[in-house]
Each structure stands twice: as structure tokens, then as C-alpha cells.
């Protein structure tokens, strides 16, 4: 992120202004996660598409029920299968993708049903679904990852992350007040 606010030509910072904190508070914790290779991999292609990312609060959530999705449909069912939990695993990801509230609730169930375990992709979930702001929370998705920690994982997260710009793209303009 400190990338990101060179290139926008702002001050020294891992919070630019330019960026969407959801955005900038995900790409932090994977920063943070993952080894220089692993950065230079999957982060450093990134950074331009992270500048002028700020958008509105639908978005911001939108972003987060990103995060969800990947940590409830690919995420765990990885670290699942990791751990021969094959059949939990596979209920995980045939679960519909998360897109609101309802989603989110449906998720946090299935967690509580097949892994009560991990309670770090609960609080994540739960956080979620209390309607906490996501930069709050998308961070805690990153456990998951570092756990796995193979290129697969951060494959996915690079994924996730693309599909959260993407969101913000896709919003018409806004016009200068």
C-alpha cells in the first residue's frame, strides 16, 4: 500500500487516500502474510489497479461479501481438504456464492456445522453478518491463507483481490461536486 500512495503522488503512507480501505486493509494482511517472493508474485502486479480505488459504502460492503465468499467457498474448503476433511470440504464450496445478508447467514451456519474448529473464519463471518464495516474484518480472512501458504492460496487471494477492483469498476463515474 506504500506503493500505492507513491504512485497516486501521496505522502509516505500504507493507508493512501486514494485507496478503498477494504481493499487497503485485505492487501495489508496478505502483505504482512506472505514471504518477498510471494509478494513480488502476487501483489506487485497489483499495485497500479489499487490506486484510486475508494468508492462509496455499497461498495465497500460489496468488497467485503467478496472476502466472505473466498474465505467460505475456497478459503477453508482448501484448508479442509488440507486436513482430509474432504466431504466437509465439498459442501463448503457447492454453497451459493455470498452476495448479502441472507448469504452471509446461510455461511455462518455452514461454519458452525462443518468447521467449528476454525474459529478465526467464524469471527470473520460473524463480523460480517453484526453489518461491521468490512475493513474491519476482511483482514481476518487472511489466516486462512497464511495457514495454507502455497501458491494456490495466494493465487486465490490475488483472485479475490482482482474481483474486488473489479467491483468498484464497475460503478459509473462520480461527477465532480
Keep these: 500500500m506504500e506503493m500505492v500512495a507513491w504512485l497516486a503522488g501521496e505522502p509516505h503512507s ?10 487497503a486493509a485485505f492487501v495489508r494482511a496478505c502483505n504482512d502474510a506472505m514471504s518477498d517472493a ?18 462509496s459504502a455499497a461498495t465497500e460492503r460489496a468488497r467485503g461479501l467478496l472476502v466472505v465468499d473466498a474465505l467460505v467457498r475456497r478459503l477453508l474448503p482448501a ?11 465439498t459442501l463448503l ?17 455452514a461454519l ?13 463471518v460473524q463480523r460480517a453478518l453484526d453489518g461491521l464495516p468490512p475493513a474491519r474484518f476482511v483482514a ?20 479475490t483481490i482482482e474481483q474486488m477492483v473489479r467491483a468498484g469498476r464497475a460503478q459509473p463515474p462520480r461527477l465532480p461536486a
Excluded: I, K, Y
Excluded at 14 to 23: A, K, W, Y
Excluded at 95 to 102: A, C, F, K, R, Y
Design 140 to 159: 481476518g480472512a487472511v489466516q486462512v491463507a497464511r495457514a495454507l501458504n502455497d501458491a494456490e492460496t495466494w493465487g486465490a487471494v490475488t483472485d
Design 14 to 23: 500504507d493507508e493512501p487516500s486514494c485507496s478503498c480501505p477494504v481493499l
Design 112 to 124: 458452525e456445522c462443518f468447521v467449528p474448529d476454525h474459529h478465526a473464519a467464524r469471527w470473520v
Design 93 to 109: 464450496s457447492a454453497l451459493p456464492p455470498v452476495e448479502g445478508p441472507d448469504d452471509v447467514r446461510a455461511s455462518l451456519r
Design 79 to 89: 484448508w479442509l481438504r488440507r486436513h482430509h476433511r474432504h466431504d466437509e470440504a
Design 38 to 55: 510471494q509478494r513480488n508474485s502476487h501483489l506487485r502486479p497489483l499495485v497500479g489497479r489499487l490506486v484510486n480505488t475508494r468508492a
